[in-house]
């Protein structure tokens, strides 16, 4: 089954203590990215990342960090983790075929919350 | 930056009505796509309709269509004979190359 895996899938943790939320996918998509949803400001992109090795800032990077070692896998990390990080995140990614349309398949989200 | 706005934060429909959820964006680019997908209560984002702005037939999955208007930069959504399994945070979203955004989502109640 197609899927994009993400956990944990609930995790509250204290502020300033390293935390990384993992993603993975089994569609062999190139294109991965995370985001943030936020009440009354829909999804927000954090980083993508286009292939392999290969990463960029979304619109909200600060205080995110981001890898690409595996095509498959490309975990979130929070180096010290703050209140206004609380929040629900989605992992996601995308085939960049025609064919696909280039359709985001998302995970199941991650709520997260700093005390 | 390109903009996504869905100006209705909130919307009813009886069941078995139809509503129209709107939503506008705004970019340079002449190639993109656009998207509407339906969030329930699980906070699973789901696919709804896709649409290639390429392509002037507006696309529809069964009970959903979209109105889009490329010159406008108008993508509505509507959704037909209303099931209570439509109640849900719709969200339109714009892709182009690595720009993906959302709109602030659409809160949709179906009342029986």
């Known amino acids: 089954e197609a899927q994009v895996t993400q956990n944990p899938r609930y995790l509250i943790t204290v502020t300033g203590k390293k935390l990384t939320v993992t993603c993975s996918q089994n569609m062999n998509h190139e294109y991965m990215s995370w985001y943030r949803q936020d009440p009354g400001l829909g999804l927000r992109q954090i980083y993508y990342s286009m292939n392999v090795e290969v990463t960029d800032k979304g619109d909200v990077p600060e205080g995110y960090k981001v890898s690409r070692k595996e095509k498959r896998n490309f975990p979130l990390i929070l180096e010290s983790p703050s209140p206004n990080q609380t929040s629900l995140y989605f992992c996601?990614?995308?085939?960049?075929?025609?064919?696909?349309?280039?359709?985001?398949?998302f995970g199941e989200g991650s709520w997260l919350t700093v005390v | 930056a390109q903009t996504v706005t869905q100006s209705q934060p909130e919307m009813s429909v009886q069941e078995a009505e139809t509503v129209t959820l709107s939503c506008t964006y705004d970019t340079s680019e002449s190639d993109y796509y656009l998207f509407w997908y339906k969030q329930p209560p699980s906070r699973q984002m789901i696919l709804v309709i896709r649409?290639?702005?390429?392509?002037?037939q507006n696309a529809t999955e069964n009970r959903f269509s979209v109105n889009f208007q490329k010159a406008a930069k108008s993508f509505s959504l509507k959704i037909s004979d209303s099931q209570l399994g439509d109640a849900a945070m719709y969200f339109c979203a714009y892709r182009s190359n690595n720009d993906m955004r959302f709109g602030a989502g659409t809160r949709l109640t179906v009342k029986p």
């Open positions: 649409q290639e702005a390429y392509k002037q």
């Open positions: 996601a990614s995308s085939s960049r075929t025609v064919s696909s349309g280039n359709t985001i398949y």
